[in-house]
């Protein structure tokens, strides 16, 4: 009866000892996501890249430890408590970081949605704030990008506008949406050929969109090239028929060429649609 009695007791202190076990895992998965987070919005940097520089810490801490403890060179290479415990910690950083980069994403997305919506309201500065987060959670999002150089070319800042689409296409080169935005912002800064060579390509990946028939529109104007700027106009309003921005530039265009009474035509229906306020008429 006492042999069980010490038997039970042994068992419920092993139960005990897995049971804060557990809870020690738990709280160290929690703080460690938690302050990785932290600092990955603190320093805008990768969470990936706070677990790396954490586990490469704690590693190194463990190496540079062992030499001081004798009980390393003991028959039974046994390492002391406190060096387990370090080199557990560093082990345990590993599914830490794989969670992180799977958090990092959901939140990345929903930073990109925060930042649309400020964007999309004109808000420019406080949704490249958002833009900036996204990219810092995820910085292989090729859409955040996109959308920081959306930003900077509504703010006239056209040099972080090209620097962030080059970002974007060094993830996807053959974007057309970052092609086209450098396109803009170098054809603004009186880039012209740099302008036509990167509009070409986004009328070239994109030929159904028209915001790609918009730039090279805008940039073969400012060129001088009325003809293939009244081509890219045509197509434009294909793809837009009721954007006051593409009947003013055809307008502008047609004035260029001599042909009045079209150029007037298109200033009306521009009217036409600012009065609506935006809103398209019913198709017929």
Not at 17 to 25: A, H, P, R, W
Not at 197 to 207: G, H, R, S
């Amino acid at each position: 009866m006492q042999m069980e009695s010490v038997v039970v007791c042994q068992d419920m202190v092993r139960t005990k000892s897995f049971d804060l076990k557990q809870v020690f895992n738990v709280a160290y998965f929690s703080g460690s996501a938690a302050v990785t987070c932290l600092l990955s919005q603190s320093f805008c940097c990768p969470p990936i890249l706070v677990v790396a520089v954490a586990f490469f810490a704690l590693t190194v801490g463990s190496l540079l430890a062992v030499p001081q403890r004798k009980t390393f060179f003991s028959t039974d290479f046994e390492l002391p408590k406190f060096l387990q415990i370090l080199f557990r910690a560093s082990a345990l950083l590993i599914p830490v970081a794989i969670c992180e980069m799977y958090a990092a994403c959901l939140l990345a997305d929903a930073k990109l949605a925060e930042g649309n919506n400020f964007f999309n309201r004109g808000d420019y500065g406080t949704a490249i704030r958002s833009f900036k987060e996204a990219v810092a959670l995820n910085p292989h999002s090729t859409k955040s990008y996109v959308m920081l150089c959306n930003s900077h070319i509504h703010l006239n800042e056209d040099q972080k506008a090209i620097d962030n689409a080059d970002k974007a296409l060094e993830l996807e080169p053959m974007n057309s949406t970052a092609l086209g935005v450098r396109a803009w912002a170098l054809n603004r800064m009186g880039r012209r050929a740099e302008a036509m060579a990167a509009a070409l390509k986004a009328v070239e990946l994109a030929p159904y969109e028209g915001s790609s028939h918009h730039v090279m529109a805008k940039v073969c104007y400012d060129a001088g090239q009325y003809k293939a700027a009244l081509s890219a106009c045509d197509m434009l309003i294909q793809f837009h028929r009721y954007e006051v921005e593409a009947f003013e530039l055809r307008a502008d265009v047609l004035f260029k060429l001599c042909q009045n009474e079209e150029a007037k035509l298109d200033r009306n229906t521009a009217a036409e649609l600012r009065w609506l306020n935006g809103y398209a008429p019913p198709e017929r």
